[in-house]
């Protein structure tokens, strides 16, 4: 069936356990081990995730015997933009390329736009139209992946929904077939019949960023972290998801790192660069913290 074969995303598990990193890299092992300084989670409140869905826990084992993607030399991340976009929506797509080539240490490719469906595959409702995630990953990604490209993800500023069931998702995506889709509409000020200011455009910024990693990171085969406060939790609501950190709890970063390779001190360095950058200052005095941490490590 198409809802068991796919991930569906309301926005957006993990326990150690056996294959030691790299023998010899003490911060390596310290910064994918080491929790000083992230929060573990407690019982979920009655509207939250991990309420409304019982998922299992991730193990490093379990998730490399799971043969999760992994890119090939020469393969990227693309990125496909479909719909209008205005010149302030298009520079958070620019900079959430940016952030997602550095947080996977792969090239990102923005592919050129598409256009939405002018007939079917959308409905009407009191907010205005949405569109339907099927139209994307049935008809629109399988003919535009690019050959070198490990995932092609589609963006649009157009509302969307899975199926008639839904009031609506940010976005979903198919595993199997390394295509997604995700909306960036609901994360701007404009949708909520609200004015934008310099503060709403650094939390539609953030927004953005933490769906574009959080779904990537499924693409990767990592799955919904159940016992951190971290940027693979899942999120049932937009006021769920910002409250949480963007940042990999050490089960998460040590999965990614095994898939791809990176140097992890390398890694915060360069997101602590783009955090100070585009003004999330909080981002990146969190990371200035843990490298101490992760420098000092014995």
Not at 134 to 142: I, K, N, Y
Not at 233 to 251: A, F, V
Not at 253 to 282: E, I, M, S
Request: charged share 30%.
């Amino acid at each position: 069936m198409r809802r068991l074969a796919r991930l569906a995303i309301l926005l957006f598990a993990t326990l150690a356990c056996g294959n030691e990193p790299v023998p010899g890299d003490r911060r390596l092992a310290f910064a994918t081990r080491d929790d000083a300084g992230f929060e573990k989670l407690g019982p979920p409140g009655p509207h939250a995730w991990r309420a409304r869905f019982k998922e299992r826990r991730q193990g490093f084992d379990a998730y490399v015997e799971s043969d999760p993607v992994r890119a090939q030399p020469g393969e990227v991340l693309a990125l496909l933009p479909v719909g209008p976009f205005s010149e302030k929506e298009r520079a958070v797509l620019d900079r959430t390329a940016e952030f997602a080539a550095i947080w996977f240490d792969l090239p990102v490719r923005t592919l050129e736009r598409a256009d939405l469906p002018e007939k079917g595959w959308h409905r009407e409702r009191t907010w205005g139209r949405q569109y339907e995630t099927g139209w994307f990953l049935d008809r629109l990604l399988p003919g535009r992946r690019p050959r070198e490209a490990v995932c092609t993800f589609a963006v649009t500023m157009a509302d969307l929904y899975p199926d008639e069931d839904w009031n609506y998702v940010f976005g979903e995506a198919s595993l199997r077939d390394r295509v997604g889709v995700w909306s960036f509409a609901r994360y701007f000020p404009g949708f909520w019949r609200q004015e934008a200011t310099k503060d709403s455009d650094t939390q539609a910024l953030r927004r953005a960023l933490m769906v574009v990693v959080h779904e990537m990171g499924h693409a990767f085969g990592i799955e919904h972290c159940q016992d951190y406060a971290c940027a693979m939790n899942g999120s049932n609501s937009l006021e769920e998801s910002d409250t949480q950190p963007l940042r990999l709890c050490p089960p998460c970063l040590r999965k990614l790192q095994w898939n791809r390779g990176f140097d992890v001190v390398a890694r915060y360095g360069k997101l602590a660069a783009f955090h100070r950058a585009n003004g999330l200052l909080p981002e990146a005095e969190w990371i200035a913290k843990r490298l101490d941490a992760i420098r000092a490590a014995k």
